[in-house]
């Protein structure tokens, strides 16, 4: 929160460290399911899913927290170049150079 403060930006509620945790652990599980089965093109497994394990609680406070959660913390994050996976499967010569860190 300190380096939040010194930004001028909000600071991280409790509800939001919370819930963070919870997305992060037991819950990732239902909270991913909500999204996938919202999709109105969302295959009938998923939707069967949704409908056994969160009963119809879409979680919807919830989420609206974790996004507050993972908009304030985007804050203090530095992006950086990702890889990912790429269909001929070939990364850039950079990848493979070592960096000044190692």
Not at 6 to 12: A, D, H, K, S, Y
Not at 42 to 70: E, R
């Amino acid at each position: 929160n300190e380096a939040l403060r010194r930004l001028g930006e909000p600071q991280v509620l409790e509800d939001e460290v919370l819930t963070g945790r919870l997305y992060t652990g037991p819950m990732f599980q239902k909270y991913n399911l909500v999204c996938r089965a919202a999709i109105n093109e969302a295959p009938a497994f998923i939707k069967d899913d949704f409908a056994v394990s969160c009963k119809g609680n879409t979680y919807t406070t919830t989420l609206h927290t974790l996004n507050s959660l993972i908009v304030k913390c985007s804050k203090l994050t530095k992006a950086v170049r990702v890889y990912r996976g790429t269909s001929r499967g070939v990364l850039p010569q950079s990848f493979w150079d070592e960096n000044e860190p190692g």
